[in-house]
T-cell receptor
Framework: KQEVTQIPAALSVPEGENLVLNCSFT??????LQWFRQDPGKGLTSLLL?????REQTSGRLNASLDKSSGRSTLYIAASQPGDSATYLC????????????FGPGTRLSVLP | NAGVTQTPKFRILKIGQSMTLQCTQD?????MYWYRQDPGMGLKLIYY???????DKGEVPNGYNVSRSTTEDFPLRLELAAPSQTSVYFC?????????????FGPGTRLTVT
């Protein structure tokens, strides 16, 4: 059974720091991996989607990498800002059941001014 | 486009009551999903649909039912509500069978069963 974990569970950094969020999954048979942002009391907003054949995707200050063989993805946030404070979740889409996405529990990020 | 919309935003139910959570998307997506999110946990898939008239169970379907009579709407029905169904419910949609299936989420419905 696919399991997705995210470390750390919570992270607090001063404004301006570069930071890395980690996502690990146990089964490498995935179509893709998606990173989301969730603000308190809100829905999920898609940040980046990496196909299984890709190594990384970039959007603005965000860069996501994927190492399928080791079951890892990282989300790199450059020059963090207080507005980046949110919970970040990763989700993998399974090959075994292509309609099924398995989510990690999230990393709660606080960027202090 | 409004994207994915959900109603209501909040609801309190008594044990044994029933209700329907509404979900509508205007992006002509063929895939739709219902998830629940419990505190400190990831989202768990309740039901999904790959097109009008087709639904299937996800990881945690017990106590729920769905229907998909149109492409746009995917209501989730709770019968005989139980405290274990207290959660935040998210509806999502995505497009295509061969594409990346990037998911778009609604704002959620916060449900409390007492």
């Amino acid at each position: 059974k696919q399991e997705v974990t995210q470390i750390p569970a919570a992270l607090s950094v001063p404004e301006g720091e570069n930071l890395v969020l980690n996502c690990s999954f146990t089964d490498s048979a995935i179509y893709n991996l998606q990173w989301f942002r969730q603000d308190p009391g809100k829905g999920l907003t898609s940040l980046l989607l990496i196909q299984s054949s890709q190594r990384e995707q970039t959007s603005g200050r965000l860069n996501a990498s994927l190492d399928k063989s080791s079951g890892r993805s990282t989300l790199y946030i450059a020059a963090s800002q207080p507005g980046d404070s949110a919970t970040y979740l990763c989700a993998v889409r399974l090959i075994r059941n292509g309609q099924n996405f398995v989510f990690g529990p999230g990393t709660r990020l606080s960027v202090l001014p | 486009n409004a994207g994915v919309t959900q109603t209501p935003k909040f609801r309190i139910l008594k044990i044994g009551q029933s209700m329907t959570l509404q979900c509508t998307q205007d992006m002509n997506h063929n895939y739709m999903y219902w998830y629940r999110q419990d505190p400190g946990m990831g989202l768990k898939l309740i039901y999904y649909s790959v097109g009008a008239g087709i639904t299937d169970k996800g990881e945690v379907p017990n106590g729920y039912n769905v229907s998909r009579s149109t492409t746009e709407d995917f209501p989730l029905r709770l019968e005989l509500a139980a405290p274990s169904q207290t959660s935040v419910y998210f509806c999502a949609s995505s497009y295509s069978d061969r594409g990346p299936h990037e998911q778009y989420f609604g704002p959620g419905t916060r449900l409390t069963v007492t």
